[in-house]
């Protein structure tokens, strides 16, 4: 970390400031110019704080060199991490793909759908009980009955089930998930993040909308820092001036997040087009990139789906794309979990 | 709202679609062009769901006409809403100013803190008990004891007071605050929101950094819809890609949400600027833009603060601001409430 | 195209508006309901400005509907479009590499530079001789001298070259480039695209920083509408929050501009990503997802590069991705041109 | 400018690196510690190239201390920079209102909103002759014949014109202009940027739509590196999420501005908004801000105006606009020009 000085501080206002950084436990560099004075934080800078630095009446700016994430950070645990469920591994080298549909419906849909992207190829089923939806006029979910329905999916297929939590007081009822996920828009719900920190589950980590890389990997290290080690990340579209499509697929994300953190990383193509037809082009990038997996939605019957019809697939669509994955995943020489 | 279908529908889907529009209480106008075929439906859309229509096979797009916010929304609420707390107005004719630390630190501090807004002019006394930072590592602010600090220095100098909620759990804490504060990432924690609904407490709901202005009324619409109409609206700064301030104030949010609502509205330009220099005129914008109030951040001292020093004014600042703020709101004919 | 009117727009102003419209060659669709009216406008309505339809008192919006470029649209033109240059073939089915430096900068480094790439698998040698900087103080290319030197290294190894133009004053200078590009920040000079359109030389044209797809579009329809139908849209990062790379590759661009277009694209991952090192994955999904060619900066010494070094491969680096690309490509079974 | 190295960089390699940067002109600190080394650069690094620094092997990363932008910057320049026209002064202490048509349409047209917007207080007159338009279908300008009628509405008025100017050939043409407009797309039309460079003439410098506030000064410093000291720079909103309005006026341009440059800064509340209504208020926050002026659309007709009509108010609002800016101006003390 390298605070600038302002021009002209005062020399007993630069020792003030220095001691204090020293009893945070770090080394001062200390370089005098002609017209800028820095300051270079040496050690371990995690737990000192920018905006502390910046409030100081002599500092005129602060820069970070190294990254304020560290649990997650590959520089600090450079194997790629693996996560275990129900047998199929998600991390480097094989490829998970998650299939089901927006919400759950009913019984009959669910696993109707279950049984579809099982046949296709799909690794683990995924559905919605909780949706957060922008209107509270819009359908938002079975709740609990949803859970029900899912696990009713589960035992059906022998598929591993995904679903969304939406606040911290459904830990209990989220206990017998198999991968929980934390959607978008509570990437930053940091009561629930601290939470799912003290659970042992595997985490499904969405970036936010508008979030950079550095806040996703700050709220994956919040559920790290409680002890959960399960985390896995998942890009899923980000908010630009783009009117075509709903989100654009940040495609950098993950040789970004292959370079910079050992954990997973997951594709959610569907979301970020929002449209059917651009989820196989789009499916086909995250192979190529090295993701770890895609996350996909497929309703057995699109048009009367009770939310995000648009975006899904149906399950002859799904088939024919998972046809084109198992080619590309073999072609990466990695293996397709779940088969 | 206008669902546009693709050329070559067939007339059985497009009589089955329109069947299926009208059981939903909507009457239909059909109008059938060489190329294009629109259907407009006509009547209290709010509950039919774009994506729904977006997933029918003959649907190529569809455009909302009406505004998807009723309770939010100025056309049937002409009215400005005012919201009255211990004997302060907040709404048009108003001017309204919260004043206090990022977060509460120590009784001596929040007391100070509190005497000096106090003799300035601020209404309200803020300041964090519960804090959302990015990073595990960083302060989270003294919790329930800050809650207990905050209601000294209330009692102390009788100004009323606003602070952060972060989950629903934490409603019976805050049963005795006087405004709740939602913070911009948990602008659609929809959890929260649904329960605030369910309370009477006025709410100050911050938008999102990167959240549209419909986003932010559905939002306050989720309060309103549960049933509690003390909701006020906070731009807080929008994330751009400029690099010289933290986020930019969104000026243009005050007369759209004059125009599009009957909710007051308030600047924080503090968070906007992320700067302590740049909050002074950013508020001189805010009151000149119609907002009905500021939230300003003073600390006693700045470079001492746990969180957000850089953007603190210290109460020096704070008493020359409020100088020039009275000046300004009396400029506009409002009232400088808490006076 | 649909105008909304005002409720209580008065009969006489709809009827002068309606008329107004049909004197521009468009039929009209009228529906009147209780609470809105909508206008909907059928036939060619390419040249109905939407500003003069928003200005008018009684309209409250205006939805475009079909699309406002027409030369550009696959809707029109079904057919793939090919571009032949010096025996290469860039569009649907074939794959073309350009390679070179950032610029051109002694004769020695671009005839150097063409004979590796081209030894590697490149189609086509690249190199600036007019660069667009940021700054007026950085190095701003050979100029002339600059064309000069690649026509010299386009004659030692047959490659044809593809160069930056600033003006339409430089058309001349330019009589003898292969393919002209129009850099990201000239996308919008339309006096440069008009001129371009007059010509008949093969055109890359770059998207914007924050351009939509649309406008990108509409630019490409500037140099159609001018009779020049030889022009290949270009991919190359857009400005978004992201703080470790440079621009954000979007590749939801590729099946965007297939699906609305016939024109050719390629996507140059060198610019988008910034860093040398995520050239290479990023230059995976432009295969997966369809492009037609990578447009990639080569120099044989990076780190004394006058522009760009940092994302500039070095020869070998090349070499390896052009391995990669060559399996890849045929994986796709497309051919690679220019072997 | 702070260079940090990477880990483990050799020695030799760290010698050779400085000894290339100290043949630019510039002095060295060299700080190392147990993880990281840091090149501090003492002097004047505006010409040191950050791409270059980056690209050498052993740098890790480079930041910026000292803005790259001289001529623009306070820091050398600290008296506030006031251009005069034809009696008006632009710059701090002033406040100049520019007003007129989107497009210069007929002589009739450009007299009669000449007078009526002189009637009401704007010092200067603006038109457009040559207009960038996004579609090649939309109407261009009358170009050379714009021009002529501006100047016989200058001659009718005594009123100064802007206008803006699209290619560095029109350079001869606009000799008789008295402030040349570069338009937002135009901001980094370098060729355009330095002929304007060689003129001595006032020129009013439109922010890019997604331009940082740094890039604005770097273009400003292009023209001003030619020896042209006559910038004034011009906020027109920029391009975000929001869908309501057309461009969100960033209003922290103007404390920026004043803050990091000695230039004059005007608003356009008229591009921001693209909604006639919005324009009033819009400008109200421009005065508070500390902006040194206006430029605001203006039509006879605006229901009837070829460009822009939307945003354009008609000479009743305008006029009722004038009112409320005077009395705004006087509040300020500031001088209203042009009266």
Redesign the interface.
């Known amino acids: 970390m ?1 605070v ?1 000085l302002k021009a002209h501080a005062e020399q007993n206002k630069i020792e003030a400031l220095t001691e204090q950084i020293r009893q945070q436990g770090v ?1 001062i ?8 004075t ?1 300051i ?1 934080l ?2 371990d800078t ?2 000192v ?1 920018e ?2 630095l ?4 002599i500092v ?2 602060v ?1 970070r ?2 990254e ?1 994430y560290k649990l997650v950070n590959r520089r600090f645990h450079p194997e790629d991490t693996h996560i275990t469920v129900a047998g199929r591994t998600i991390g480097e080298g094989s490829f998970s793909v998650i299939a089901g549909p927006c919400s759950v419906e009913t019984e009959e849909q669910i696993i109707s759908v279950a049984r579809s992207v099982k046949a296709s190829g799909a690794a683990f089923l995924r559905g919605g009980a909780f949706k ?8 938002q979910g079975l709740e609990g009955e949803g859970l029900r329905l899912l696990k009713i999916a589960r035992k059906v297929t022998g598929l591993p089930i995904v679903t969304e939590i ?4 459904q830990l209990d009822d989220f206990a017998d998930v198999d991968v929980i996920q934390v959607g978008a ?2 990437m ?5 993040l ?1 939470e799912l920190g003290h659970s042992r589950k595997p985490i499904l980590l969405k970036r936010g ?2 979030s ?4 996703l990997f ?1 709220s994956a ?2 559920i790290m ?1 409680g002890g959960n080690d399960n985390v896995i990340l998942c890009e899923r579209g ?8 709903r989100n ?5 994300a ?3 997040i292959k ?2 953190s050992h954990l997973p990383v997951i594709i959610d193509p569907s979301h ?2 929002g449209i059917a ?2 989820v196989e ?2 499916a ?2 995250a ?4 993701a770890d997996g895609l996350m996909i939605e497929v309703h057995n019957d ?9 975006q ?1 697939l149906n399950p002859q669509q799904f088939d024919h794309l998972m046809g084109d994955i198992r080619r ?1 995943v073999a ?1 990466e020489e990695k293996t397709l979990e779940g088969q």
């Open positions: 390298i600038i080394s560099h200390y370089s005098q110019g002609q017209t800028e820095i270079g040496v050690g995690t737990h704080d905006d502390w910046r409030a100081n009446e005129a700016d820069r060199v190294s304020p957060p939806r922008t209107s509270p006029y819009s359908f939406m606040s911290e007081n828009r509570n930053q719900n940091f009561r629930l601290k909308l508008s950079t890389m550095e806040e700050m290290e919040y820092a980000i908010r630009t001036f783009e009117k075509m499509i654009n697929l940040d495609i950098s993950v040789p970004i370079a910079k970020a087009a037809w651009m082009p789009l086909r990038t192979v190529a990139a090295g699109p048009s009367k789906a009770l939310c995000d019809g648009a899904s590309r072609f």
